[in-house]
């Protein structure tokens, strides 16, 4: 069975950093394109950022940009997101997931056939 596990989310003032981990199991990694979401409470899930199978294509969503990083290294079946400049509205459960069927990212969540069970990051101010 199909696992991706979230790691790295905790408690972090304004202007901290976070690095989040999600290493996949059971999957054929370098063939999905990864995405990480964030939910915050009573707000539905929303796009943070993509990358494409090889690494070579990434997008943001407007909120994050020039502030998160995404990554992947495919031999450690593991894709990362890193997180600077932290401020409390990036307070949200952030779940990583796989698409099999794009090859250069993808920020509809529709596509994504997997999905982890969340990391919780909080930014006090």
């Known amino acids: 069975q199909v696992q991706l596990v979230e790691s790295g989310g905790g408690l972090v003032q304004t202007g901290g950093s976070l690095r989040l981990s999600c290493a996949a199991s059971?999957?054929?990694?370098?063939?999905?394109?990864m995405g990480w979401f964030r939910q915050a409470p009573r707000k539905e899930r929303e796009f943070v950022a993509t990358i494409g199978r090889t690494g070579s294509v990434t997008d943001y969503a407007d909120s994050v940009k020039g502030r998160f990083t995404i990554s992947r290294d495919n031999a450690k079946f593991t894709v990362y997101l890193q997180m600077n400049s932290l401020e409390p509205e990036d307070t949200a459960v952030y779940y990583c997931?796989?698409?099999?069927?794009?090859?250069?990212?993808?920020?509809?969540?529709?596509?994504?056939?997997?999905w982890g069970q969340g990391t919780q990051v909080t930014v006090s101010s």
């Open positions: 997931a796989a698409d099999p069927f794009d090859a250069n990212g993808n920020a509809s969540p529709h596509m994504y056939h997997y």
């Open positions: 059971r999957l054929s990694f370098s063939g999905y394109t």
